[in-house]
């Protein structure tokens, strides 16, 4: 049987790849320091899984948590663009330092794969539509840049170590477990929230701006297949739905299924964000074997129907 670690485990998409990999029978192994990962992401299953509490800065505590270990995850990061233009070291420290321990901790436990989680934001705000692996990476945001020095730390254990990495670009992933709290917390979450709390959701800039919400069993099919392809040498990925729809198709899709009538407000558009984002997912397609299987309306509606069990 197979044991996975997961960093950043108890995080959105990390609880959500955990129940993944129960459910293919791996054994799992969670690195989590809980200060934005919730323990109740794990309540439910904490007597399948082996939990260490530690910090991926702390050399230590990665060292002991791959231990034995096959294939990692690495999700753990600090997320967010204006987070990091607000604390870019920490950013640095959390998801570059962080990352270097990952994978020298992998490389000296003769780890057999490492999927780490990239981000769409590497492209900065790029011209061309939908954006593909061959175009430069031109980051805005010190978050953008954390995760394309990831990815090229990935390309580079392989070559110079043989360590076998795989760096996936998400695109806005959504969908249960995610955070509507936080005041780094991703749209959609604030927007329902918002509304569930019949108050008008905020919108930076005019709402136009377009992006491949992509919901979250596409992403855990994309970390599935990235760790099991026969193998990997460093590439990095888009991992996407197949189109884009505006943040006002957004807003206008979670009122009619909650049924609300608010007006949302309009604020000015925040540093750092840019204005359209969609990915070619070809080469995904090409390299693991990826499509995307649920569609946003499809997604969005799964999402719906978390929300209004759990935030009530």
Not at 131 to 143: K, R, T, V
Request: with cysteine; aromatic share 8%.
């Amino acid at each position: 049987m197979t044991l996975a670690l997961v960093t950043g485990g108890a995080g959105f998409i990390g609880s959500n790849m955990i129940r993944f990999l129960l459910e293919k029978g791996q054994q799992v192994r969670v690195l989590d320091n809980f200060e934005t990962g919730k323990r109740e992401n794990l309540a439910e299953i904490a007597d399948q899984i082996e939990v260490v509490e530690g910090d991926i800065r702390d050399q230590e505590a990665v060292k002991r948590s791959v231990d034995s270990v096959e294939v990692v995850y690495h999700l753990a990061a600090l997320g967010s663009v204006p987070r990091s233009i607000k604390e870019p070291r920490t950013t640095h420290d959390v998801n570059v330092t962080g990352m270097l321990n990952v994978l020298e901790s992998c490389r000296a436990a003769q780890v057999k794969r490492l999927v780490f989680a990239s981000s769409s934001s590497i492209y900065g705000d790029s011209d061309v539509l939908p954006q593909h692996e061959g175009l430069l990476i031109a980051p805005i945001s010190p978050y953008g840049a954390s995760k394309a020095i990831g990815e090229i730390y990935n390309k580079a254990y392989y070559a110079t170590y043989g360590l076998q990495t795989i760096s996936l670009r998400y695109y806005n992933v959504f969908g249960p477990r995610q955070d509507p709290t936080s005041q780094y917390a991703a749209a959609i979450p604030l927007f329902v929230s918002a509304l569930m709390r019949n108050t008008p959701p905020t919108i930076f800039d005019d709402g136009e701006q377009t992006r491949g919400f992509t919901f979250i069993e596409n992403v855990m099919n994309a970390n599935w297949k990235a760790a099991n392809a026969p193998e990997t040498h460093g590439e990095a990925i888009n991992i996407s739905t197949a189109s884009a729809v505006s943040v006002n198709t957004v807003v206008n899709t979670i009122k009619e299924l909650l049924g609300k009538d608010i007006a949302p407000n309009y604020a000015p558009p925040r540093e750092g964000d840019i204005k359209h984002s969609l990915a070619d997912v070809s080469l995904a397609k090409k390299v693991i074997g990826y499509e995307p299987t649920v569609t946003f309306d499809q997604g969005i509606r799964r999402a719906i129907d978390w929300y209004k069990e759990n935030l009530g």
